[in-house]
């Protein structure tokens, strides 16, 4: 097929390099404008941009598609048979959804109608799931509501953070979107509609996403921890500064202290020997393992301890 592919992170370069390796051919790539980043607030390719380049691909990168009478052009005279969405950054114009005969398919890194959003992979996580997947859907103008074409299931495992679960995703779904093309062209692909019923939402993050709420239990904490990977992480107030989690793990050992009661409150920091716990609801326990006070270096709970008496019943808000 003649396509062209929007994305923009790394996770859509496995399906940019799937395609090509089975034959299609990229007329455009649409991406997202470069960004001011680091110290030096230099100019910085997305992920996408930076694997066209190395194909010789024609590049777009509009701040707008909308409105954008000039892309419009560009799209209808390129013609294409199926215009390629993953993780591209921009809400897709009725205008651009009628113009290829396949459609503008979208690759989307959950088991739809489940995680419809901006952070599917992070909400699964967060929310426990030990099973998601990615989905190919016909993009409708509702959000991630289109019709859906292929599934396919991966395994969360019980430690896996986002950080880790989004490349195998990534793998999977440019096996799925090639598998999907495929079939398009046979012509032996049928849509199924979604059931609106039993959609749930995976807004995009917030920085507040990742204040702890000392009253979930440990493995509610642990699950946002794992899915807020590598932000906004997990932190918490602790003497009017942010104190940042950047390890941690649910407590399975017995603890040897008559401090730790069921009836400890939650968000309690209790310090055994070099290890740093913290009260959780349904008196149960997260070992912090890694912690960065504000304006400090991320260091090891032992560490931490060393420098920064904890007076007992200190508790991180």
Known sequence: MRLVFCGTPAFAVPTFHALLAVGHTVELVLTQPDRASGRGLAQQFSAVKQAALERNLPI???EKIRNNAALQQQLTDIAADAIVVVAYGRLIPPWML?????GNLNLHASLLPRYRGAAPIQWAIACGESETGVTTMRIDEGLDTGDMLLQQRVPIGPEQTAAELAPVLAEAGAVLMAQTLAALERGTLTATPQQNSLATLAPILQRE???IDAAKTATEIYNRWRGFQPWPG????LREKKLSIHNMRIKR???ESEALQPSLPSGTLHVQGNRLFLACGEATLLELLEVQIEGRKRIAAEDFLHGYALAPGERLA
Request: proline share 11%.
């Open 209 to 211: 996403d990742g204040h």
């Open 234 to 237: 997990a932190y918490g107030i």
């Open 253 to 255: 050992m017995r603890i």
């Open 60 to 62: 777009a990168q509009p």
């Open 98 to 102: 009628a113009l290829p005969r396949h």
